[in-house]
């Protein structure tokens, strides 16, 4: 039997997860699981790039794994794990940091975003960002990263460092490729449809959070900012909040553009609000009763969290040892 290529992906446990990461990020993993051997990691090193709350973020640590099981992440399939339970990412990036050039960083979208909307805290991690997750990738040799639209430029440093790196001493990284989905790749924000819906958004009002219930969620959607005009039409260019409410309807209703066209066709804004509401509403609540239940068996996330830190630090250090020789460092 072929062995199987290796798939990386992670989030952040900030926040609470919106659709957007639903859509961009996990409805794709439980596909890839299937054919891959999986790394999918709970990236707490990076969420502290931003300040946060200890309490909550150990809480939202096991709130998103229970959430990745819920989804239907199969721990016996993947190997789900905590990034900070692995050291092996923070000394991988430590020598990928001096592959990288600072230019290149502060030309990073994230990061000048970022740094704008904490100009109190424009730490040096939150530059390194990049770099960390490079380590991230590279250290588990994963030929493909599937992530949403915004994350490309950070995958195309990550593969810029691995070629760097394999051209000064030998092939030692493999080099990653995105997965970027079409459909459903960026899920933008109901109250500003020209930009992504993100949970750390400013209005709360412009995300779908999956811990929404649901008169949340249709109260939402039916203040979703639509556009001019009166017709149900896909065009992002000129129809914006429209467009993005029949990516969202076609992704939840299992629906191509066109089927999400036709079923609107003719109806008013007011309508297609509230049939995007229910439909999203719907197929979240059994999500957040599942979610829920696996929150209070900590003992088995625990054991979940133990096999994947064991798997995971394993290979992980075999790559940071081949790295190690090359650059030269004395091994005892
Ligand atoms: P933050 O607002 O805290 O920066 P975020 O919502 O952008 O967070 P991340 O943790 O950075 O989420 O991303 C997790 C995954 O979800 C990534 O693969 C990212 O590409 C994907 N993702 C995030 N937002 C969206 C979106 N609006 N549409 C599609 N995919 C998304
Ligand atoms: N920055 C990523 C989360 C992340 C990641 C990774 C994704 C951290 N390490 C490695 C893919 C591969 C984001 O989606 N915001």
Known sequence: MDEKKTLYSAIQPTNNLTIG???GAITNWLKLQEEYDCYFAIANMHAITVRQDPAELRRKTL??????????????KCCLY???????HAELCWVLNTFTYVGEMERMTQFK???????????MGLMDYPVLMAADILLYQAQYVPVGEDQRQHLEIARDIAQRFNNAYSPTFTVPE????????KINDL??????????????????????????????????VTDSGSEIKYDPENKPGVSNLLTIYSVFAGKSISEAEADFSGKGYGDFKLAVGETVADRLAPLRAEQARLIADKEYLDSVLKAGAERAAHTAGRTLSKVYKKIGFYQI
Do not use: W
Request: glycine residues 6%.
């Open 21 to 23: 990461n639903y859509v």
């Open 113 to 123: 975003d970022k740094s704008a909307r904490h100009a109190e805290n424009v730490n």
């Open 82 to 88: 905590v990034q900070s339970h692995v050291p092996a």
């Open 63 to 76: 709130d998103l794994l229970a959430l990745y099981i819920a989804c239907g992440i199969d721990p016996a």
């Open 191 to 224: 109250q500003d449809p020209q930009k992504k819906m993100s949970k750390s958004c400013e209005n709360p009002n412009g995300s779908i959070f999956l811990s929404d219930d649901k008169d949340t969620v249709i109260r939402k959607f039916k203040r979703a």
């Open 178 to 185: 995105g997965l970027f989905l079409k459909v459903g790749a």
